[in-house]
């Protein structure tokens, strides 16, 4: 079985951080590339980051980036998301997702094949 659980979600005031987690199973990342969307209510789900099954990170977000950092433990098949800066735009449900890939990764939803439940983030004061 694939699997791919998020967890970390939580509330978090604005400007506050927080740190995402995705736990593989079933899979070991190391042959696969990973992404980290999110999808507020009423809008599309967006692709925030992604990691390539070799380790390089590309394509952040530009709603995120600077502030957002993707990062892969393969001995713990398990990536993160450590956000910074959190603002009241961000607030979300988040997931991780998953594709056997070799090369270069996508932002786009329909270019992964496994996908995480999800995580809450509440940003709020």
């Known amino acids: 079985q694939l699997q791919l659980v998020e967890s970390g979600g939580g509330l978090v005031q604005p400007g506050g951080s927080l740190r995402l987690s995705c736990a593989a199973s079933g899979f070991t990342v190391d042959y696969y590339a990973i992404g980290w969307f999110r999808q507020a209510p009423g809008k599309e789900r967006e692709g925030l980051s992604c990691i390539t099954n070799s380790g390089g990170i590309t394509n952040y977000a530009d709603s995120v980036k600077g502030r957002f950092t993707f990062s892969r433990d393969n001995a713990a098949n398990t990536v993160y998301l450590q956000m910074n800066s959190l603002h009241p735009e961000d607030p979300a449900v988040y997931y991780c997702?998953?594709?056997?890939?070799?090369?270069?990764?996508?932002?786009?939803?329909?270019?992964?094949?496994?996908w995480g439940q999800g995580t809450q983030v509440i940003v709020s004061s």
């Open positions: 997702a998953a594709v056997r890939w070799r090369g270069p990764c996508t932002l786009h939803r329909r270019g992964y094949t496994y």
